[in-house]
């Protein structure tokens, strides 16, 4: 598939990108530019009301502290469609120093439209080096996915990114 | 049939590292991973939760990191993240379920 390959291209120079596309997209959420690069397109602000019946920022608000959420720093490096809704890879990136009094200590993983958007949560410390994690999610339908950081000094950073789960993925 | 269970894995750098590199672990572990909000087609009954719930990495004895999961995470998860080598050292990864049921595996880091 061409997705796949674009995406494989992009994992492979992710991780001297990422920081120059953290930019792009914190630059773009900030100023409200509407982006015309895949990523940035994706961005949104967090403040932004959920369709869903979820209210997810008091679920955000209460798994990682109430604040401004600056959507910048995080990646999250997928295609916008999800071929197998019960393998999505969630390789997350946070581009922030680990260093011993300033390093992200939590980063949760939300999915608007799960049932249970509270999908996963890791703790960190400065040994981990850096905050680069990858691991698999299922998705119940289409829907947006919030990925929060939050510092040591309880800085919040974000992002969010729509997915679409391919139709009849896995039906019945 | 018994679901297959447990069978953890840990892959870290096979070569000898350098002290302050960053490197990355990567490990699978066979779970069911059922969310509870899954039916039972036959019975139409909800299928009970039974997931991994905690992941705790230690490295040299010290906790680096700890993931706490729900049902929504894949089955037979797989997980990967990074950890700064500072000396030679058992890098050891625990997985509980919400049963309680534990599993651990461990690998060495080695600082040349």
């Known amino acids: ?4 390959q674009n995406n494989a291209v992009t994992r492979r120079t992710f991780f001297r990108t990422a920081g120059v596309v953290g930019a792009a997209v914190a630059s773009g959420a900030l100023l409200g530019v509407p982006f015309q690069h895949a990523m940035a397109e994706d961005a949104a602000p967090a403040a932004a009301p959920a369709a869903a019946t979820v ?25 916008a469609t999800a071929e197998n809704s019960a393998l999505v890879r969630m390789p997350i990136v946070v581009d922030h120093p680990m260093e011993a009094n300033n390093f992200i200590q939590k980063v949760a993983l939300f999915i608007d439209n799960n049932p249970s958007p509270a999908i996963a949560q890791f703790e960190f410390t400065p040994e981990a080096g850096k905050v680069a994690i990858e691991f698999r999610s299922r998705m119940a339908k289409s829907s947006k996915v919030r990925v929060v950081a939050k510092s040591n000094t309880g800085k919040l950073y974000g992002l969010v990114k729509e997915i679409q789960v391919a139709a009849g993925g896995c039906a019945g | 049939m018994a679901e297959e269970i447990g069978n953890p894995k840990i892959r870290g750098p096979k070569d000898p590292v350098k002290k302050g590199d960053l490197v990355e672990i990567k490990s699978l572990i066979k779970h069911p991973m059922e969310s509870g909000f899954r039916k039972d087609k036959a019975t139409d009954a909800l299928i009970p939760a039974h997931f991994i719930e905690s992941v705790v990495v230690e490295y040299g004895g010290k906790q680096v990191l700890k993931a706490a999961w729900s049902g929504a995470v894949s089955k037979d998860p797989f997980f990967s993240f990074f950890v700064k080598a500072e000396a030679t050292g058992p890098l050891k990864m625990v997985w509980k379920d919400n049963k309680g049921q534990t599993f651990d595996a461990s690998t060495t880091i080695t600082v040349a």
């Open chain 1, 1 to 4: 598939m061409v997705m796949d």
């Open chain 1, 55 to 79: 209210d997810m920022d008091a679920l955000i608000a209460q798994h990682m502290g109430a604040g401004p959420i600056a959507m910048e720093k995080v990646s999250l490096d997928i295609p």
